[in-house]
């Protein structure tokens, strides 16, 4: 077969998709036998194929072709793609250098060509960089008014996609979920470019994960996969892909399954020398191993992932407490909770926060914080973030002493994480409604709901929750008319704790741990520790 003959294969090859064979064909060509456009696609196919130097060669090949022959729509193209790579593996001195080249090619095109809409788009990362969301929203306007205006499927989907993150960052929630819908409505009717397709649903889908909305999520995820599996050979994305399937699987308690997809991830970012990316990946991995009890395991994900750039917080606080460093992990927290005070941090922070809190007795920080998150649900509106928030509140009621006041908000959390079909996070509920009606004396009722959080526990493989419900399951042999949990905090006091580690021991607020304690010294017909720690000894209680 001949040169032309070779190169027109090649072409129907990469418009079908079988971007592995044109590349094999492009990359066995001669340089001067391809024209600009046939280099153009090629690192294209190069890009979708995860081969990083040749995607840059191929481009900056075409770059000078189309600007010898002053095509300077083609070079523009060029440009934008380079940029863009270099961006993504945080070579912003070689992405701000391509960005200025697509400026000067930009001063000899017409007010109203396309290619004004690309070069906003690159002045929009250039705006992110520098943490100006205010100009960084206008550049997204910019493209999107220009991918209208010139009927550019590609460049619309792109400016809506982006408005709709920033519109999300800066607040408006609703608008930004509305600008995301828009942009999915072109990649679902598969107008778009191959490697836009992929850019706009990832970023859709990274949106939608950061406030919690896991029906867009797994709707949109479920697309995606759709369409790479039908991709062959394809590597870009992929990694993406594999990262919010593992984070649905999680979700869904799949957590077997999800390490799977998260180990993918990791492979298919190495494969497509996406470094950076393996940070997320890692993180989920150290969050789902925490959750199983393999502490270690998730202790070196979580440092893997601080090696690759990404911050592990707040699952490595939650570790910390997991191991007993509570005053490590109330430290990070606190810090935190501080110095996050964007919407979308905040959803992601402030229910583990509530949980270390509660945990180490900080009860008043505990109740401000969940304030907080009550705000940033209601802003929001996401189904989950009403379950944290209402789980949120109802754990920090029972520690704070309110057992009855606790109630009804575990039963509206279990009911949005009923329907949201997350088994973790309704067992974890029904646990403490299974303290709250031990506290309240109901303990027909109270065994009920933890034997049957038990259970899902068990099935899911969270070893360290499965332990705590098997201590509140334990039977405990109760003198003197003791309650269940007078019998822990005396056992406590019999061990030589101070009111302040009984607290944080039980997840109560001191103050509850005095009131337990002065029914006990009533209820033994003692007036000191010391003699309630003797009566313990002599029931056998320790």
Request: charged letters at 25%; proline letters at 3%.
């Amino acid at each position: 077969m001949g040169v032309v003959e070779d190169l027109v294969r090649a072409r129907r090859d990469f418009e079908q998709g079988e971007w592995t064979a044109a590349l094999d064909i492009w990359s066995d060509s001669a340089p001067d036998e391809m024209s600009a456009d046939d280099l153009h696609a090629a690192g294209l196919a190069a890009y979708l194929l995860g081969r990083r130097d040749a995607c840059v060669d191929f481009h900056q090949r075409s770059f000078a072709l189309y600007e010898q022959a002053g095509e300077t729509s083609g070079a523009m193209r060029c440009c934008f793609h380079l940029a863009m790579i270099f961006g993504s593996g945080g070579e912003h001195a070689l992405e701000s250098g391509w960005t200025t080249r697509a400026e000067r090619l930009l001063q000899g095109v017409d007010d109203d060509a396309v290619e004004h809409g690309y070069v906003a788009l690159l002045h929009m990362y250039r705006h992110l960089g520098a943490g100006d969301v205010p100009a960084a929203a206008e550049s997204a306007q910019e493209v999107t008014v220009v991918g209208r205006r010139c009927r550019d499927a590609d460049l619309l989907a792109l400016g809506l996609s982006s408005q709709g993150r920033l519109a999300i960052y800066s607040g408006r929630v609703g608008d930004g979920l509305a600008l995301l819908d828009e942009a999915m409505v072109g990649a679902a009717a598969h107008e778009l470019t191959p490697v836009v397709f992929g850019h706009v649903y990832c970023a859709a889908i990274e949106g939608c994960q950061e406030i919690a909305d896991f029906g867009r999520v797994a709707e949109w995820t479920s697309g995606l996969h759709r369409w790479c599996s039908a991709q062959p050979g394809l590597v870009a994305f992929t990694g993406q892909c594999s990262v919010h399937r593992g984070q649905l699987m999680r979700v869904h308690g799949a957590w077997p399954e999800a390490l799977d997809e998260f180990g993918s991830a990791i492979d298919r970012y190495r494969l497509a020398d996406s470094p950076a990316a393996i940070g997320l990946a890692e993180s989920e991995r150290g969050d789902v191993l925490r959750q199983c009890g393999e502490y270690d395991e998730a202790e070196a994900a979580y440092q893997r992932s601080s090696e690759h750039g990404h911050d592990p917080q707040p699952g490595l606080a939650l570790l910390w407490l997991a191991q007993g460093a509570d005053d490590a992990a109330l430290v990070a927290v606190r810090r935190l909770v501080a110095e996050e005070s964007e919407l979308v941090a905040d959803c992601r922070l402030l229910p583990p926060a509530v949980d270390v809190l509660v945990a180490a007795g900080a009860l008043e920080e505990a109740r401000a914080v969940v304030a907080r998150l009550h705000r940033v649900a209601a802003h929001v509106g996401t189904e989950a973030l009403h379950a944290y928030a209402a789980f949120a509140s109802g754990l920090t009621e029972l520690a704070s002493g309110h057992a009855a006041g606790a109630l009804p908000l575990l039963r509206k959390a279990r009911q949005l994480w009923t329907r949201a079909q997350n088994p973790y996070e309704v067992a974890r509920v029904r646990l403490v409604t299974g303290r709250a009606l031990g506290e309240l004396g109901d303990a027909q009722s109270a065994r009920q709901e933890l034997e049957t959080a038990r259970a899902t526990f068990r099935e899911l493989g969270a070893a360290p929750s499965t332990a705590e419900a098997d201590r509140l399951l334990r039977p405990a042999d109760r003198p003197a008319g003791l309650t269940e949990r007078e019998v822990e905090v005396l056992r406590l006091v019999a061990s030589g704790r101070t009111n302040t580690q009984i607290a944080r021991a039980l997840v109560l607020s001191e103050k509850t741990v005095a009131r337990h304690l002065s029914n006990i010294f009533v209820k033994l017909q003692v007036e000191s520790r010391t003699a309630a720690a003797a009566y313990a000894f002599e029931h056998r209680l320790v």
